[in-house]
């Protein structure tokens, strides 16, 4: 990650600039069905409040693995400037490596729960195939 640290008002810092990011690139349209005009517009003076910021955009880093390497553009040259354009190729690699890591942990998580599973199935009487089966079937509990 780019950044780490907290502002002030308690927020990560990496939040408040993807929430920065949105606020000058975000657009909603809307259109006139009796005119057929379509209107444009970007958010103005409106503004997330910091803790709604960080309930939101943490939510949303951590379910989908965004972080500023998504927007940023751009990396230092030789004599430090952040001029030199990184290719979308790229950055797409560092998505995809993000995206793997959490495939993994998801996996070891997985494998985890599974041995929980045969555990607790076996302390009950139950066999792993029939927890399997209604756990794909839906969030009830087996008790």
Not at 2 to 24: D, H, P, S
Not at 68 to 92: A, H, M, P, T, Y
Not at 118 to 136: C, P, T, V
Request: charged letters at 30%; aromatic letters at 10%; one cysteine or more.
């Amino acid at each position: 990650m780019l950044l780490q640290w907290v502002l002030n008002c308690g927020c990560l810092a990496e939040n408040a600039l993807w929430e920065f990011y949105l606020y000058k690139t975000g657009k909603i349209s809307s259109a006139n069905v009796e005119s057929g005009q379509v209107t444009t517009e970007g958010r103005g003076t409106q503004y997330m409040h910091p803790r709604l910021r960080e309930l939101l955009l943490g939510q949303v880093r951590a379910e989908t693995t965004w972080c500023l390497d998504n927007i940023w553009q751009f990396e230092q040259d030789d004599k430090g400037r952040w001029v030199v354009q990184i290719r979308k190729v790229k950055r797409l690699q560092r998505l995809h490596e993000r995206l793997g890591r959490l495939l993994d942990q998801a996996l070891e998580h997985k494998d985890e729960e599974k041995k929980r599973a045969i555990f607790e199935m076996g302390q009950l009487g139950r066999s792993y195939d029939e927890w399997a089966n209604r756990s794909q079937a839906g969030p009830s509990r087996i008790v």
